[in-house]
């Protein structure tokens, strides 16, 4: 059952060091607010999960969190280079970072068999890529109906998973609307769960314009809600605020220097207070 | 103003020209996403554009930065999730045409979005494979469109994240229920399509006051050229103002503004 707590104690809670973490959101609702909880709390050796790691991992990687990063696309969408993860991986700052990468197409299925219980992912996938050759989790197996060569990755299980959210209720039901992304997978395969949420209304299905196909994640299958206004910045929350494009583009040189990174995180992130 | 035009402009209005009306196509960010979204506003109303977000039958009024970005949710028929669009919607064999850029690509059409130099120590590490390596395979077929220069167009690719016809030219003999791959290529310079026998990418069209010097020293192979080699017909004053258009209120919106 969720219960209600500040981000900074979910965060305390949820999140080890050690952990294998994914936070989600596919360019929408990236969970940023928690994000930069968990550096402000100097968590360490996690192994980071997201299709997209986006600017949000960039931070995580440059402030030191990560020890591996698991990812199937590493931009800054329609800018560039995610400077920092690059900085990781080809010169080792701040220290070297393991990556494991696959196609989005394997990522979404192994998030979809994590949330159905399954030890792996099957599909028509890797087709002639050599991305198989230089990640050993990338395996082919034989249809046993029709003999048709399949590829198969292990399913994403994570310790904890992070996603943003429009709404809570007093219940703890969670509504996702927009572009929905692997959010619900990705809080259904893992272990324990954090939603933050912009706004807590009292009771989602009075919503004036609650449908009944709409996407909920009902609140026992949550372990914490934390309201984080505006947690989703520089990414967006449909039908709260847009995204940022201006700032994805002025990322770019802030993560490219090492020294101005830094700056950032320290004004943004370290000294920013508990919601930033 | 028919001869008033750049070299980009006359690459992104060819590749919207090869989208045919009614088409279904998976849109790649950039490039791609500019010319689906010119055939959509010119000669193509009814194609069905699908992003990887999600986002099934949109319709953007200004073109996205990001593959998901709320222009994209707001516009489209339906959103649905990313797991259901590879599944159902690629991989299900609803897409006519996937439509991708690239870093580099070779003759046999690999594209390599991974990385520069060698996989464990990296010259330059590109983002990865996205959606691609899927989209190659399981689209019906693929039009690829970047700008024409050596660092692209290269011998070798450092690294195939995605399959065109594979290191020998054969890599989708024999392989079943996968799409027929690449089958045009279209660039600032030229248009080009896979050798009906070997694969191999030969210039069909080139586009006007472009010389066959031009072409390959912009190509880091020896490129073959079509014996009946055709003009590419120059964009039109409608497809100019249309284009230039969507790119202003675009610039307008991702300033901030």
């Known amino acids: ?276 | 103003m028919s001869n008033d035009y750049t070299s980009a402009e006359m690459m992104t209005v060819t590749a919207a020209r090869a989208l045919e009306n009614g088409t279904t196509c998976f849109v790649g960010i950039g490039l791609p996403s500019e010319a689906a979204n010119l055939a959509r506003l010119t000669h193509a109303p009814d194609v069905v554009l699908i992003y990887e977000s999600g986002t099934l039958q949109t319709k953007p009024e200004v073109l996205p930065l990001s593959i998901g970005d709320g222009e994209l949710a707001e516009t489209a028929l339906t959103t649905v999730s990313v797991p259901e669009m590879f599944r159902y919607w690629l991989q299900g064999g609803k897409i006519n045409v996937g439509f991708l850029g690239t870093a580099q690509i070779d003759r046999y059409c690999n594209l390599n979005t991974t990385l520069i130099g060698d996989y464990r120590e990296p010259k330059v590490r590109l983002p990865g494979g996205g959606g691609a390596p899927e989209i190659a395979t399981n689209a019906g077929e693929v039009f690829i469109t970047l700008k024409h220069s050596k660092r692209a167009f290269v011998d070798e690719v450092d690294f195939v994240t995605t399959l065109g016809f594979g290191r020998d030219g054969k890599g989708r003999d024999g392989v079943p229920n996968i799409g027929r791959g690449p089958t045009r290529v279209i660039t600032d310079l030229c248009v080009m399509k896979p050798d009906p026998e070997t694969k191999e990418l030969t210039v069909v069209s080139m586009h006007p006051g472009v010389t066959a010097r031009d072409v390959q020293e912009a190509t880091g192979w020896e490129i073959r050229f079509a014996d009946a080699l055709e003009t590419t017909p120059e964009p039109s004053a409608h497809e100019l103002e249309i284009l230039r258009d969507l790119k202003e209120r675009t610039a307008r919106q991702h300033a901030g503004e």
């Not at chain 1, 769960?193 to 994640?217: F, G, K």
């Not at chain 1, 934390?226 to 494009?245: D, F, Q, T």
Request: proline letters at 5%; charged letters at 20%.
């Open chain 1, 1 to 276: 059952m969720a219960e209600f707590l500040s981000l900074h104690d979910a965060v305390a809670r949820y999140v080890q060091d050690g952990a294998t973490v994914a936070m989600e959101g596919f360019t929408h609702l990236i969970p940023f607010a928690a994000g930069h909880e968990v550096i402000r709390q100097g968590k360490r050796d996690l192994t980071l999960i997201r299709m997209t790691p986006d600017l949000v991992y960039d931070q995580l990687i440059g402030a030191g969190c990560a020890k591996k990063v698991i990812f199937s696309w590493g931009g800054n969408p329609g800018v560039g280079s995610l400077h920092r993860l690059r900085d990781a991986v080809e010169k080792g700052w701040p220290h070297k970072v393991e990556i494991l990468e696959h196609s989005h197409a394997a990522m979404a299925c192994a998030f979809e068999a994590g949330a159905a219980g399954l030890p792996l992912a099957v599909l028509r996938g890797y087709v002639g890529s050599e991305l198989p050759s230089v990640n050993d989790q990338i395996k082919f197996i034989d249809c046993p109906f029709t003999g048709e060569r399949l590829a198969a990755v292990p399913s994403v299980r994570p310790d904890v998973s992070i996603v943003h959210a429009q709404k809570a209720d007093r219940a703890g039901n969670v509504l996702v609307e927009g572009i929905v992304g692997v959010q619900k997978e990705a809080v259904l395969a893992a272990k324990q769960s954090i939603v933050t949420v912009e706004e807590i209304v009292d009771d989602l299905t009075a919503l004036p314009d609650y449908h009944p196909n709409a996407c909920v994640i009902p609140g026992w299958a949550i372990d914490a809600i934390a309201v984080a206004e505006k947690g989703s910045l520089p990414s967006y929350a449909h039908g709260y605020y847009p995204r940022n494009n201006r700032f994805y583009k002025e990322w770019d040189a802030i993560a490219r220097d090492r020294d101005a990174f830094t700056k950032w995180i320290d004004e943004n992130v370290m000294n920013a207070g508990g919601n930033a």
